[in-house]
């Protein structure tokens, strides 16, 4: 193995398995088209600056240029024994240009160099998992507006509580999803300032310019501050904790889908492209994708965890602890993307059970609420109304009968208020109906909140 770049203050090399556990480039491998973007800026900027010849500088972004184009055609492996993706690149550059490669690092240093590399990387995940989540949104308004009309229970405490549609239901969802991009958008614009020029915690003495390398990669501006240059790893703990509440929120819709697809609810089918079986029950029908959700919702939130635990005690600036926020943020970026993109087709396919839907809902009083504002209409006291229907909905289950099928006369011998017309009242599409307040079950509600989604997600 070659010796190390930074090797001329030892005087041994450094022992095998210190190398193995120091050395990075497994993880930041990933980065290397991040690493080259950077180091381009960079070479540009030492050319224009005169810092380094331009002839040079040509030289080296050319030399950059040819070691991604074999990067990416497999012409040019990754070395497992480099210590890192940044050493790597440059220990190539330097065997194709000689000298001029080892101008590349002058007034840098790996702490800002990795700082800029993982920025410029998470701001191209942001976009992809911003329009995966998108997407999903996308596919929730349409079903949606499918469903505006298909009434089911809305549950409190696991318990049937009052009617709403389907349609309602999924709209909350879209809302959450529609907060999670809101929150991609905000970690991308404080992310989106360049560390690079930062050395390794003080600057440098070379008259550089950190706008341009700035302006070059895209970046609002350059950090205002060396130290934190180097330091900060905001960006990776404000974006995994928003992409622990994508996931969270992925595993609540998950948990009710696991729910509603057993025989106990028969609510929704997912189609067999999206469910597995079992190796001894030939009947089984198992939802694997949404249980595996769940499952690595707990692994988003322990990266989060490793990334807190990590920067906590952290003395200013660069400490090698540092290294680790890599694996755990991809992890956290890998998981989320394959989440996202294995639930968009699994909903868009699943097959909804109406009649089920509607059925389950009868049977859970969940027009009680109904009944008792129909009396309060008609002048009670909602404390009154309250405790009457309360008594009717005991009479109903000892009797096996629904608000719906108990006879007049027992509404009337409750209270004289009851006529007839309490059947109407109680139906559960008068009641979801009537539901007409902003953000309600109504399908007049829903298609007001669909719109809403529609104008944010620009569809």
């Given at each position: 193995m070659a010796d190390m770049m930074w090797a001329g203050r030892f005087s041994k090399k450094i022992d095998d398995t210190v190398n193995a556990f120091n050395s990075s480039i497994a993880f930041d491998g990933r980065m290397y088209r991040h690493d080259i973007q950077g180091s381009i800026a960079h070479a540009t900027m030492l050319g224009d600056c005169g810092?380094?010849?331009?002839?040079?500088?040509?030289?080296?972004?050319?030399?950059?240029?040819?070691?991604?184009?074999?990067?990416?055609?497999?012409?040019?492996?990754?070395?497992?024994?480099?210590?890192?993706?940044?050493?790597?690149?440059?220990?190539?550059?330097?065997?194709?240009?000689?000298?001029?490669?080892?101008?590349?690092?002058?007034?840098?240093?790996?702490?800002?160099?990795?700082?800029?590399?993982?920025?410029?990387?998470?701001?191209?995940?942001?976009?992809?998992?911003?329009?995966?989540?998108?997407?999903?949104?996308?596919?929730?308004?349409?079903?949606?507006?499918?469903?505006?009309?298909?009434?089911?229970?809305?549950?409190?405490?696991?318990?049937?509580?009052q009617p709403i549609t389907f349609g309602h239901h999924l709209m909350a969802y879209v809302f959450m999803f529609l907060r999670d991009l809101d929150r991609l958008n905000d970690v991308s614009k404080r992310m989106n300032y360049c560390p690079l020029g930062s050395g390794a915690l003080a600057g440098t003495t070379y008259r550089t310019n950190r706008k341009q390398t700035a302006e070059l990669l895209g970046f609002t501006a350059p950090m205002p501050n060396s130290l934190d240059g180097v330091s900060d790893r905001d960006f990776c703990v404000e974006?995994?904790?928003?992409?622990?509440?994508?996931?969270?929120?992925?595993?609540?819709?998950?948990?009710?889908?696991?729910?509603?697809?057993?025989?106990?609810?028969?609510?929704?089918?997912?189609?067999?492209?999206?469910?597995?079986?079992?190796?001894?029950?030939?009947?089984?029908?198992?939802?694997?994708?949404?249980?595996?959700?769940?499952?690595?919702?707990?692994?988003?939130?322990?990266?989060?965890?490793?990334?807190?635990?990590?920067?906590?005690?952290?003395?200013?600036?660069?400490?090698?602890?540092?290294?680790?926020?890599?694996?755990?943020?991809?992890?956290?970026?890998?998981?989320?993307?394959?989440?996202?993109?294995?639930?968009?087709?699994?909903?868009?396919?699943?097959?909804?059970?109406?009649?089920?839907?509607?059925?389950?809902?009868?049977?859970?009083?969940?027009?009680?609420?109904?009944?008792a504002d129909y009396l309060v209409k008609k002048g009670m006291p909602f404390r009154d109304a309250y405790k009457i229907t309360g008594t009717l909905v005991a009479q109903c289950i000892e009797k096996g009968l629904t608000l719906e099928t108990l006879p007049i006369e027992d509404y009337k011998a409750m209270t004289e208020l009851f006529d007839n017309d309490v059947y109407q009242a109680i139906n559960l599409e008068t009641c979801v109906r009537e539901r007409k307040s902003e953000g309600g079950p109504s399908p007049e509600a829903v298609k007001e909140q669909i719109a809403i989604a529609k104008k944010t997600l620009g569809i």
């Open positions: 810092i380094i010849t331009k002839e040079d500088s040509l030289q080296i972004i050319d030399g950059l240029k040819g070691i991604l184009a074999d990067i990416d055609s497999g012409k040019l492996e990754l070395d497992p024994s480099a210590e890192d993706i940044h050493m790597f690149i440059e220990a190539e550059l330097t065997k194709r240009l000689g000298d001029v490669g080892k101008r590349l690092h002058t007034s840098r240093s790996r702490n800002d160099q990795v700082a800029v590399d993982i920025r410029l990387y998470l701001r191209d995940e942001i976009q992809e998992i911003y329009d995966l989540v998108k997407k999903l949104a996308v596919t929730l308004v349409e079903m949606a507006e499918q469903h505006t009309e298909t009434i089911m229970s809305g549950y409190t405490h696991l318990q049937r509580a974006l995994n904790c928003t992409l622990s509440l994508i996931m969270t929120h992925l595993s609540r819709f998950s948990e009710e889908i696991i729910m509603w697809c057993s025989w106990e609810f028969k609510f929704i089918e997912l189609d067999d492209a999206f469910a597995t079986g079992s190796s001894i029950m030939p009947q089984k029908k198992n939802p694997d994708i949404t249980e595996l959700i769940r499952g690595k919702t707990g692994r988003v939130n322990g990266d989060l965890i490793t990334l807190l635990s990590m920067l906590k005690g952290l003395p200013l600036a660069y400490n090698k602890d540092m290294q680790e926020d890599k694996e755990a943020i991809f992890d956290a970026v890998d998981n989320v993307k394959l989440c996202v993109k294995t639930f968009i087709p699994m909903i868009s396919t699943m097959r909804v059970l109406k009649e089920n839907m509607r059925n389950a809902a009868a049977r859970g009083f969940i027009n009680a609420t109904d009944c």
